[in-house]
C-alpha cells in the first residue's frame, strides 16, 4: 500500500537526517514498473511547462497520493481527523492515533493547529484542567494531559477502594446485628423459657381457691345458714 511504503520513506528520511532538496531524488529511487513510468512523464511535463516543479518531498506526496491513494479512503481519513476524540482510551494511545492520522491525511499543521486538535480531543474532565496550564509546543501539552490522566486515576481508585471498604464494615454491622436479632436466637430463648415453666410450674401457673377458702368466704358473706 502507498501510504505505508510513505510512512518507510519518511522513516528513513528521519534516521538519516536527510536535507530537504535531497528527499525527491532520493525518493525517485525507490520507484519500481509504472511509477517509473508516471515519473518519468512527470519531468517531461516539468520540463515543458506543463506543470510546476516538485521541489520539495511534501509536493511529491501529494502527486502520488493523487495517484495511488483513491478518493473515498482519502475522504475517509480527512473524516476519521475531523471526529477524532480520545475516548474511553489513554491519552498516548489516542496522541498516537492522531499523529497517524495526520500524517496519512498529509496535513502539515504547525505546532499550534496540532496543539488545538489534540486538547480539543481530550476527554472533557483532562481537558478541562489541561486548558488551565499554559504550554509551547506539541510534546510538552501531551506529557502534561498524561500526568493529568494519571492523577485523576489515582483519586479514582482511591475513592472506590474507600467506598468498598465502608461498604464491607457496614456490611459486617448489619450481620452482627441482625445476628444478635435473629430468628433462631429467637426460637432458643423461647424454647429455654418453655423448659423453665415446665421444670416449675409454679412460676407461671397461678394457684386456685380450695374448697375450704370458699366455704369460709360463703358462710361470712351472711347467706348461709
Known amino acids: 500500500m502507498y501510504l505505508e511504503w510513505e510512512a518507510k520513506v519518511e522513516q528513513l528520511f528521519n534516521v538519516y537526517e536527510v536535507a530537504e532538496d535531497q528527499k525527491v531524488r532520493l525518493a525517485s529511487l525507490e520507484f519500481l514498473d509504472y511509477t517509473i513510468q508516471w515519473w518519468h512523464q512527470i ?25 495511488f491513494v483513491p478518493p473515498p479512503y482519502r475522504k475517509e481519513l480527512l473524516l476519521k481527523l475531523q471526529w477524532l476524540h480520545q ?45 488551565l496550564y499554559e504550554y509551547s509546543y506539541l510534546k510538552k501539552v501531551v506529557h502534561l494531559a498524561i500526568k493529568v490522566e494519571s492523577q485523576l486515576l489515582k483519586k479514582t481508585t482511591f475513592k472506590n477502594t474507600h467506598n468498598d471498604g465502608f461498604y464491607k464494615s457496614s456490611q459486617k454491622d448489619t450481620n452482627k446485628n441482625f445476628t444478635k436479632s435473629s430468628p ?18 409454679s412460676t407461671c401457673t397461678p394457684k386456685l381457691p380450695t374448697k375450704t377458702s370458699s366455704t369460709k368466704c360463703f358462710k361470712c358473706s351472711g347467706l348461709g345458714t
Open 43 to 67: 519531468v517531461m511535463d516539468i520540463g515543458l511547462n506543463k506543470r510546476p516543479v516538485v521541489v520539495s518531498w511534501n509536493n511529491l506526496k501529494e502527486c502520488m497520493r493523487e495517484l
Open 87 to 131: 475516548g474511553p482510551r489513554m491519552v498516548d494511545e489516542y496522541f498516537k492515533d492522531l499523529e497517524t492520522t495526520l500524517t496519512k491525511t498529509n496535513m502539515h499543521d504547525n505546532e499550534d493547529s496540532k496543539m488545538a486538535r489534540f486538547v480539543s480531543g481530550l476527554r472533557r474532565e483532562i481537558q478541562d484542567i489541561v486548558e
Open 184 to 201: 433462631s436466637n429467637f426460637s432458643k430463648e423461647t424454647t429455654y423459657h418453655l423448659k423453665v415453666s415446665k421444670n416449675n410450674p
